[in-house]
């Protein structure tokens, strides 16, 4: 009785999730934004309350933190939305180049004894459809800078009630001391996340914006910008970041050029993503090599484009969250890279 009445209870817990999935998928038009809101929120959290502890009003404070966010994002749209526009409408012309190269490559092989399938390798392996994937990136960005003043309204309101939370959750909770001290750590966790990982992008795409200006190649601030929205996706972000530049550079300037972009794109993502960010992140909010990629594409399909942009912030705020729980620490060790190191509480010398 008690295994029937256990079984139907994970079928229902089961149901449920899946419910729930579906309904932020149908409505990712929303929930998109106000992610992005919270995570912008959870950014500008530190400042706020660092001004809020050098005796700044709380007024005076909120609006020093959005004016700062406002100019970074007047910023943004001024510097990424004119190239986006060009990169958009050249875009035909640059994937009919790379299928005509595709077929000169594919002929020459033949030529030579080499055996291909024009059809079956421009369906496998066009590059014309990755420039196309990340035009649609690019543009699904665009579409969010459109929902701009809801965001910043949103990041307003937030940031209003952080200040107030505390005592809000003391007065709600049954045991608000140990609850309080769990969430602390989880919000910390994740701001600290946050703070290290979105420096290390701002610097992967300063890098790379001007690495790619020097060699010449076009819309190198709009290949910065994506090296430093892509970061955030460990292992493979580097990667899909480097695609497009890579093959403009083909087309542009020539193989050699592009040699120098893919040695550009490695040595920056040794330098930062093998050197300064394990030295500043540590391995505690890590993720594994699978559970990256499987996140990539649950919140892709989930929540579209940006999905797979916010998917390892998402994965490891779960991750932290249910590390943060003695019943379900287990599921966190599973997402992460490997076992935690054990300590010894005694040592007998």
């Not at 229902?12 to 992005?36: D, Y």
């Not at 399938?117 to 066009?126: H, I, Q």
């Not at 930062?272 to 919140?299: C, D, K, Q, Y």
């Amino acid at each position: 009785m008690a295994g029937s009445r256990s079984s139907s209870g994970a079928v229902v817990t089961i149901a449920a999730v899946i419910v729930i999935i579906a309904g932020v998928r149908a409505a990712a038009p929303i929930v998109v934004p106000f992610l992005l809101s919270v995570f912008l929120a959870i950014i500008l959290t530190p400042p706020f309350l660092w001004l809020l502890r050098k005796n700044i009003p709380v007024a005076l404070a909120l609006v020093i933190v959005l004016v700062v966010l406002a100019a970074a994002a007047a910023l943004f749209s001024v510097l990424i939305g004119a190239s986006l526009d060009d990169f958009l409408r050249t875009l035909p012309t640059y994937q009919e180049r790379l299928k005509n190269g595709m077929t000169q490559l594919i002929t020459w092989a033949n030529a030579r004894g080499v055996e291909l399938s024009r059809l079956a390798l421009l369906n496998y392996l066009d590059p014309a459809k990755a420039m196309g994937f990340i035009a649609n990136l690019l543009s699904s960005m665009g579409n969010i800078l459109a929902n701009g003043f809801l965001i910043f309204l949103t990041v307003v309101f937030i940031m209003l009630e952080v200040s107030n939370l505390p005592a809000k959750c003391r007065s709600a909770l049954r045991d608000p001391d140990t609850s309080m001290m769990q969430f602390s750590s989880i919000i910390e966790d994740i701001n600290r996340y946050m703070e290290i990982k979105t420096l290390l992008s701002l610097l992967t795409g300063i890098l790379v914006a001007i690495s790619l200006a020097v060699i010449g190649v076009d819309y190198y601030l709009l290949w910065g910008t994506l090296a430093f929205l892509l970061n955030y996706i460990p292992n493979i972000g580097s990667v899909l970041a480097a695609v497009p530049a890579v093959l403009v550079a083909v087309l542009q300037l020539g193989p050699f050029a592009a040699m120098s972009v893919v040695l550009v794109y490695v040595v920056i993502n040794i330098v930062v993503g093998t050197i300064l960010e394990p030295r500043f992140m540590g391995r505690g909010l890590g993720l594994s090599p699978l559970v990256v990629f499987l996140s990539l594409v649950f919140w892709g399909w989930v929540l579209g484009p940006v999905g797979m942009l916010l998917s390892v912030p998402l994965t490891i705020s779960a991750k932290i969250a249910l590390h943060a729980d003695a019943d379900s620490r287990w599921i966190a060790l599973m997402l992460g890279p490997g076992p935690e190191p054990k300590t010894n509480a005694n040592h007998d010398d």
